[in-house]
Each structure stands twice: as structure tokens, then as C-alpha cells.
């Protein structure tokens, strides 16, 4: 039967030999991939890894994290990925609440480990991953060595519970999503309709694989057919675009900031891209005029934006390359096993423009927030819709463009507004590179608007230019009062703005 680890056992029979896995030098085949998970799922279960256990991971992309998680799907437990920028109380409070039995760590993240294990003891086994060992910890290069390469004959059902995802806590506690393998399935084989991801192709992770949209959308399906994962340990500019070049990459992911920054690189001009048959954007939409820019540098039209949450599995809308231009800043329409619709606060369908909650269902949508049913109920929806907190409108051919955060609407003397479109329009001046929005305390209006504005390197501005290039394409009581220029947005792995660090500062 089909599940995440069998994955790897197939490939590993039908071709043994093929490249599967490339990081820092190292090239596994998919016999040695397979083994190499067998040897640590064995060893887990021989430590007390039963069914249906937690097993937290935190590390930086590397072969490791790879290998971590299919053997802890061959093992038959459930993986808890981490997010490798939170501070000790995090980390504790995702691994407390998951139950995690298990911790596996790469050595980075020693001093964190050893600032929360005392604090935690159902963690029975503390499992360094890479680096030098240590004597206080078990050491997975030691494990491998000493484990067995065959198949650990766990019975493990496509229904199975295999992951808890954790939101990225931007307002408030990280909750846990819940996925089962059918989830897998069913968000790997619309992302194999989609970008038509296939045997032949190499897939470049340089965003993190802790996060749903990198592990489930690429991860997964690039395995499910058989492709070779080219993994990064994290994101670098020009390291990047030599290894798109070198490893002839085909299958690219990452947030717009990323694009971006490798648009800066100097020497952009001279790397060869041509290998690349789509290069996939999410986490935010691009404006017209970086899609314009980003088709120019990059010498292509195959840009691709995913737009979805965590719960979905991360399923949700995506905006074709056809469609890039014309529909520049839009989501898209849904992507096969999903469907998706905008809302009034009565549940009821808004007419075209005007602005609702954005709902999502798909086969990949969670099954539940760990331990907490009552924000399960209240983000479920009785016939099987995920309410995803996205403001969002619809236009007249049903492609869905999100608006805000629910929480981040602001109103200023009663006037409902929506930073992103501010957002939108400052992001269309030639010399603003990124751009946040929020609401700030007013004694009259209640809130008015301030703008936290980064500028493209080398470029000057004010903000009464910037107010100025405003007007005509916004409402008046749109334009921001405030404005602050600073050197970059604070976004978490993802590429997301934490806007309440923004409104720390307030």
C-alpha cells in the first residue's frame, strides 16, 4: 500500500541506481537513500518507537532532515518539523504540546537543546544529526552505522496520521495540523498535474523543508515520481543560481523575496537558467512589474504562483504562467482537488469585487489542530471547508486575489482598509523594493496608516513623494500618514511579514 516511506522502497526497486539525493558533495541513489532510512527507521523502533509516536525535527535543510523523515515514516511514527528560527520557549511549547518522544537536532541547535531538556522529559532520546558527537547525546551518524538496511515491515495504512505541521504563530500560539498520507497523496499528485513534475527532473530546496510548502509540494511528489532532490542547507543568493546552473535544475520553489534577491546579484546575467521549467513562487504574490522584471532577467515566461495555507495541506489557488502578467498579483484559481470560495460573514457567497473571507477545501486539508478542538471547530467548517482567515475578492473570471489577513484589516474613522492594497501600489514605484503596512493609533480616527518602506539599493525617497505617487490610485483616507524607511521587512522562514514586530515598534 502507498505511504511516505514506501515511496522510497519503490524507487529504490525500480531504479536502484538513479540519483536521488545531492547536499554538500554527498550523492545518494535511491538504493542507498533507502537503506540509509531503513538502517535509522530500525534503530528507532529498537529504541521504543512505536506507531503513531511524535518524533520533533529541527535542522537546517540537509541530507539528514531527508533521511529523519522517511525513516520516521517507515517507522510508522508521526513527524513534527520545527521551525528553525524560534527561540528556546517555542521550541519547547511545539514539542511539549506535539508529545514528542523522540528529538532529532542538527548541531546548531546544541545550545538551544541543552538550554530546554531538562524542562522536557518525555523526550526519551535526544539525537544529534550531524556535526561532531557529543557524549550527552545519542549521535545519528553512530546510529547508521550500526543499523540494519532492511525493510522494517511496519504496517503502515494510507490513512494513517503522519505529520504535524505547526502554523507559523504570527498572531499568536503555533497551532498543529494534522495530515494523514492520503493528505500527501492528494496535495503530490495535483502538484504533479500542475508543474508537471516527473522522473527526469532535479529539484532545487533552498527554502525550508520544515515548511508544508517545500516538504509536501515538492519533497514529496519529486519522490513519489522518482526525480532527484538537490538540497541546500539554507538559501544564498548566488550560491543558488551557480547550483540552478550546475546541477541543471528544472524544478525551483521559493517566496518572491527570494527571486528578489537573486535579481540583485551582479553578475546575474551571467549564470545559465535555461534548464529550469518552472520557477515556482508562494507565501506572496509578485507585482506585475517584478513579473515583468523577473521574466526579463530570467529569460523565461514559466513562472508559477502557489498560493495556499498550512491546513490545506498547503493547497489552495495558483496563478499559470499564461497568466502572470494579466492577472499579475492575483492568487489564481484552484488547484486540482481543490476548490475554494469567498464569504460573507453569514457564510454566503460575495458578489464579484466585493470582499469575504477566503474558505478552501481540498482532499490535503488537515484533520485536526492537535489537542485543541476548539479552534479545530472553529477553523473546520461542517461540509469540510478550512476557514483560512485571508480577506479576498473575486473577479469575473473567478480568479481569487487575497486582500489581507483578517486581523490585519484596519478601520480609521470608520472606513474598513486593507494594507495589502496599499501594499500593492507602493510596490509599483520604481524605487521601492518591499513595503509593509499597518494600522497605528490615531485619537480622532481611531487608526490611520503608516508604511514601512524598503527602497531598491542605491535609490532616495520621501514620503511625501511616495504620498504623492499615491494619489488617483488610492482613496484618500488609504494614503499612509507615517512612513519609515528601513533596510528590510522582519519575515519568518516562510516569507511572510511578521507585521506585529512592525506594530512591536509602535
Same mark, same amino acid.
Given at each position: 500500500?502507498?505511504?511516505?516511506?514506501?515511496?522510497? !522502497?519503490?524507487?529504490?526497486?525500480?531504479?536502484?541506481?538513479?540519483?536521488?539525493?545531492?547536499?554538500?558533495?554527498?550523492?545518494?541513489?535511491?538504493?542507498?537513500?533507502?537503506?540509509?532510512?531503513?538502517?535509522? !527507521?530500525? =534503530?528507532?523502533?529498537?529504541?521504543?518507537?512505536?506507531?503513531? /509516536?511524535?518524533?520533533?525535527?529541527?535542522?537546517?535543510?540537509? #541530507?539528514?532532515?531527508?533521511? @529523519? %523523515?522517511?525513516?520516521?515514516?517507515?517507522?510508522?511514527?508521526?513527524?513534527?518539523?520545527?521551525? $528553525?528560527?524560534?527561540?528556546?520557549?517555542?521550541?519547547?511549547?511545539?514539542?511539549?504540546?506535539?508529545?514528542?518522544?523522540?528529538?532529532? $537536532?542538527?548541531?546548531?541547535?546544541?545550545?538551544?537543546?541543552?538550554?530546554?531538556?531538562?524542562?522536557?522529559?518525555?523526550?526519551?532520546?535526544?539525537?544529534?544529526?550531524?556535526?561532531?558527537?557529543?557524549? /550527552?547525546?545519542?549521535?545519528?551518524?553512530?546510529?547508521?552505522?550500526?543499523?540494519?538496511?532492511?525493510? +522494517?515491515?511496519?504496517?503502515?495504512?494510507?490513512?494513517?496520521?503522519?505529520?504535524?505541521?505547526?502554523?507559523?504563530?504570527?498572531? *499568536?500560539?503555533?497551532?498543529?495540523?494534522?495530515?494523514?498520507? %492520503?493528505?500527501?497523496?492528494?496535495?503530490?499528485?495535483?502538484?504533479?498535474?500542475?508543474?508537471?513534475?516527473?522522473?527526469?527532473?532535479?529539484?532545487?530546496?533552498? !527554502?525550508?523543508?520544515?515548511?508544508?510548502?517545500?516538504?509536501?509540494?515538492?519533497?514529496?511528489?519529486? @519522490?513519489?515520481?522518482?526525480?532527484?532532490?538537490?538540497?541546500?542547507?539554507?538559501?544564498?543568493?548566488?550560491? @543558488?543560481?551557480?547550483?540552478?546552473?550546475?546541477?541543471?535544475?528544472?524544478?525551483?520553489?521559493? +517566496? &518572491?523575496?527570494?527571486?528578489?534577491?537573486?535579481?540583485?546579484?551582479?553578475?546575474?546575467?551571467?549564470? /545559465?537558467?535555461?534548464?529550469?521549467? %518552472?520557477?515556482?513562487?508562494?507565501?506572496?504574490?509578485?507585482?506585475?512589474?517584478?513579473?515583468?522584471?523577473?521574466?526579463?532577467?530570467?529569460?523565461?515566461?514559466?513562472?508559477?504562483?502557489?498560493?495556499?495555507?498550512?491546513?490545506?495541506?498547503?493547497?489552495?489557488? =495558483?496563478?499559470?504562467?499564461?497568466?502572470?502578467?494579466?492577472?499579475?498579483?492575483?492568487?489564481?484559481?484552484?488547484?486540482?482537488?481543490?476548490?475554494?470560495?469567498?464569504?460573507?460573514?453569514?457564510?454566503?457567497?460575495?458578489?464579484? *469585487?466585493?470582499?469575504?473571507?477566503?474558505?478552501?477545501?481540498?482532499?490535503?486539508?488537515?484533520?485536526?489542530?492537535?489537542?485543541? &478542538?476548539?479552534?479545530?471547530?472553529?477553523?473546520?467548517?461542517?461540509?469540510?471547508?478550512?476557514?483560512?482567515?485571508?480577506?479576498?475578492?473575486?473577479?469575473? #473570471?473567478?480568479?481569487?486575489?487575497?486582500?489581507?489577513?483578517?486581523?490585519?484589516?484596519?478601520?480609521?474613522?470608520?472606513?474598513?482598509?486593507?494594507?495589502?492594497?496599499?501594499?500593492?501600489?507602493?510596490?509599483?514605484?520604481?524605487?521601492?523594493?518591499?513595503?509593509?503596512?499597518?494600522?497605528?493609533?490615531?485619537?480622532?480616527?481611531?487608526?490611520?496608516?503608516?508604511?514601512?518602506?524598503?527602497?531598491?539599493?542605491? !535609490?532616495?525617497? @520621501?514620503?511625501?513623494?511616495?504620498?504623492?505617487?499615491?494619489?488617483?490610485?488610492?482613496?484618500? $483616507?488609504?494614503?499612509?500618514?507615517?512612513?519609515?524607511?528601513? /533596510?528590510?521587512? +522582519?519575515?519568518?522562514?516562510?516569507?511572510?511579514?511578521?507585521? %506585529?514586530?512592525?506594530?512591536?515598534?509602535?
Amino acid at each position: 500500500m502507498i505511504n511516505t516511506g514506501e515511496l522510497l !522502497a519503490r524507487n529504490a526497486r525500480k531504479f536502484p541506481e538513479k540519483e536521488a539525493l545531492v547536499y554538500e558533495g554527498k550523492r545518494y541513489t535511491y538504493r542507498e537513500l533507502n537503506d540509509t532510512a531503513n538502517k535509522l !527507521a530500525n =534503530r528507532l523502533i529498537a529504541l521504543g518507537l512505536e506507531k503513531g /509516536d511524535k518524533v520533533g525535527m529541527m535542522s537546517f535543510n540537509s #541530507d539528514s532532515f531527508v533521511i @529523519t %523523515y522517511f525513516a520516521v515514516m517507515k517507522a510508522g511514527g508521526i513527524v513534527v518539523p520545527l521551525n $528553525f528560527r524560534l527561540a528556546g520557549p517555542e521550541t519547547e511549547y511545539i514539542l511539549e504540546n506535539s508529545d514528542s518522544s523522540f528529538f532529532v $537536532f542538527g548541531n546548531e541547535f546544541l545550545p538551544l537543546t541543552g538550554e530546554i531538556r531538562e524542562r522536557l522529559p518525555r523526550i526519551e532520546h535526544w539525537i544529534l544529526a550531524d556535526g561532531e558527537a557529543d557524549a /550527552d547525546y545519542m549521535y545519528l551518524p553512530d546510529m547508521l552505522e550500526k543499523g540494519d538496511p532492511s525493510e +522494517p515491515g511496519v504496517e503502515i495504512g494510507l490513512f494513517d496520521e503522519s505529520a504535524i505541521i505547526y502554523t507559523s504563530g504570527t498572531t *499568536g500560539k503555533p497551532k498543529g495540523a494534522v495530515f494523514n498520507h %492520503y493528505c500527501h497523496l492528494s496535495i503530490g499528485t495535483a502538484m504533479l498535474a500542475e508543474v508537471s513534475i516527473g522522473e527526469q527532473d532535479r529539484i532545487l530546496h533552498a !527554502a525550508p523543508l520544515f515548511h508544508s510548502a517545500e516538504l509536501h509540494l515538492y519533497l514529496w511528489p519529486g @519522490t513519489f515520481m522518482g526525480a532527484t532532490h538537490v538540497v541546500m542547507k539554507f538559501f544564498i543568493p548566488k550560491l @543558488t543560481l551557480e547550483t540552478v546552473e550546475k546541477e541543471r535544475i528544472t524544478q525551483f520553489f521559493g +517566496p &518572491p523575496a527570494m527571486f528578489l534577491l537573486m535579481m540583485q546579484e551582479p553578475d546575474f546575467e551571467k549564470y /545559465d537558467l535555461s534548464s529550469v521549467k %518552472y520557477w515556482a513562487y508562494g507565501a506572496a504574490p509578485m507585482s506585475r512589474e517584478q513579473v515583468l522584471k523577473a521574466i526579463d532577467m530570467f529569460k523565461t515566461d514559466r513562472f508559477f504562483c502557489l498560493c495556499g495555507l498550512t491546513e490545506g495541506g498547503p493547497g489552495g489557488v =495558483r496563478l499559470r504562467p499564461e497568466d502572470q502578467v494579466a492577472k499579475a498579483g492575483a492568487g489564481g484559481l484552484p488547484v486540482v482537488n481543490c476548490e475554494c470560495k469567498v464569504v460573507n460573514e453569514e457564510g454566503e457567497k460575495v458578489k464579484v *469585487g466585493e470582499v469575504g473571507e477566503w474558505l478552501v477545501r481540498c482532499e490535503s486539508n488537515m484533520l485536526y489542530y492537535y489537542k485543541n &478542538p476548539e479552534e479545530t471547530a472553529t477553523t473546520l467548517t461542517p461540509d469540510g471547508y478550512v476557514r483560512t482567515g485571508d480577506l479576498a475578492v473575486v473577479d469575473d #473570471d473567478g480568479y481569487v486575489t487575497l486582500v489581507d489577513r483578517k486581523k490585519d484589516m484596519l478601520i480609521s474613522g470608520g472606513e474598513n482598509i486593507y494594507p495589502r492594497e496599499i501594499e500593492n501600489v507602493l510596490l509599483s514605484h520604481d524605487k521601492v523594493a518591499d513595503a509593509a503596512v499597518i494600522g497605528v493609533p490615531h485619537e480622532i480616527y481611531g487608526e490611520t496608516v503608516k508604511a514601512f518602506v524598503v527602497l531598491e539599493e542605491g !535609490a532616495e525617497a @520621501t514620503g511625501d513623494e511616495l504620498s504623492e505617487f499615491c494619489k488617483g490610485k488610492l482613496g484618500d $483616507f488609504k494614503i499612509p500618514r507615517q512612513w519609515e524607511f528601513i /533596510d528590510a521587512l +522582519p519575515r519568518n522562514p516562510s516569507g511572510k511579514v511578521l507585521k %506585529y514586530i512592525l506594530k512591536e515598534r509602535e
